[in-house]
């Protein structure tokens, strides 16, 4: 069970696909133009928290004081690699 928990939404406004990347494990998501997912990171021990960088195409998430994480699309969770572009 882990206590602790944040939230982070992210939005794909651009005119093309967009790969979001959830660091230190590497899993990546695309997020074709005005799709939306949200990475939810969990904590044992404290408040997790984010560092994003961004770059053409691009969003790295690097979930900071966390335990595990899981990525949402609405009410579905998202498995690596989702719409992976080939």
Known sequence: MYPFSSRLGVCNARK???????E????????????KLEV???GKSAVPWFVIVESDGA????C???????VLQGERELE????RQG
């Open 40 to 42: 939810i990171a969990l």
């Open 59 to 62: 969003t790295q998430i690097y």
């Open 16 to 22: 093309a696909p967009q790969v979001v990347a959830v």
């Open 24 to 35: 230190p494990w590497a899993n990546d998501y695309t997020l074709l133009p005005d799709e």
């Open 80 to 83: 690596c690699g989702h719409q």
């Open 64 to 70: 900071e004081d966390t335990d595990s994480f899981k």
